[in-house]
């Protein structure tokens, strides 16, 4: 299995950007499909952004297109989701997801999460 802890997360006006970290132990790193997803106060766990094992592909909420990049670091064991742009909306707490199969935007079929972490969006 494999633990999964985020940081960077914080307070930004809108606008501004953040850059999400996950830091990943235990299993191979690479042998994980990722994705990063964010619940706000109200609504549903949303995704955000998923990454292949080897990053050749990367696919993205409608909603963040074009702001946020995912990424992800094997050697490091470290996933990254960076957010540019960032509006009021993105307000949410942002957790990372490990997955053993291609688990796109489905949150039921990732197998591992992190315990997340806080951005608030001032306007």
């Known amino acids: 299995q494999v633990q999964l802890v985020e940081s960077g997360g914080g307070l930004v006006q809108a606008g501004g950007s953040l850059r999400l970290s996950c830091a990943a132990s235990?299993?191979?790193?690479?042998?994980?499909?990722m994705g990063w997803f964010r619940h706000a106060p109200g609504k549903e766990r949303e995704f955000v952004a998923s990454?292949?094992?080897?990053?050749?592909?990367?696919y993205y909420a409608d909603s963040v297109k074009g702001r946020f990049r995912i990424s992800r670091d094997n050697a490091k064991n470290t996933l990254h989701l960076q957010m540019n742009s960032l509006k009021p909306e993105d307000t949410a707490r942002y957790y990372c997801a490990a997955s053993q199969q291609r688990a796109g935007n489905r949150p039921n079929a990732y197998d591992y999460w992190g315990q997340g972490t806080q951005d608030t969006v001032s306007s």
């Open positions: 990454i292949t094992w080897s990053a050749v592909n990367t």
């Open positions: 235990g299993r191979t790193f690479s042998s994980y499909f």
